[in-house]
């Protein structure tokens, strides 16, 4: 592991684990000089789709005459995001969609119906599985 920072540490720290690896030398290249301009528009690009892809659901919404509301959460994981708002909006259930992941990928990267089934203690969680 390398920590790579200012020594007047008025800049920033940045931790970056290291290894034999290429990407390992890759990732320690980013820590010195973060792609910032490309981060900056992945993330312009992601938000234009998180606002159309909400102007999707409003849209559907006002045709049915569904009373609804749109809320974010920033969060280290998207269940503990959900969880929030619907303790916050006081739900009474929680539907969410499951992509199927094997065991094996579901212990690495983690799952939010997972999360949320195993972490909503008042409130009901729907899995609605992929083939559905």
Avoid at 7 to 17: A, E, L, M, Q, Y
Avoid at 29 to 35: K, R, T
Avoid at 69 to 85: F, R, W
Wanted: proline letters at 4%; hydrophobic letters at 40%; one cysteine or more.
């Amino acid at each position: 592991m390398a920590s790579v920072n200012s020594p007047d540490k008025k800049g920033r720290v940045i931790v970056v684990g290291i290894d034999l690896s290429q990407i390992s030398k890759t990732a320690f290249q980013c820590g010195l000089a973060p792609p910032v301009a490309d981060w900056k528009e992945k993330l312009d690009q992601m938000n234009q789709e998180i606002r159309k892809l909400e102007d999707e659901y409003q849209t559907i919404c006002i045709q049915q005459k569904i009373n609804f509301k749109a809320a974010g959460q920033s969060m280290k994981n998207a269940g503990e995001g959900i969880l929030k708002v619907a303790v916050d909006e006081k739900a009474d259930l929680i539907c969410v969609g499951t992509r199927g992941l094997g065991t094996v990928k579901r212990a690495i990267l983690g799952s939010v119906s997972n999360y949320l089934v195993h972490n909503s203690l008042t409130i009901p969680v729907l899995v609605i599985p992929i083939s559905a």
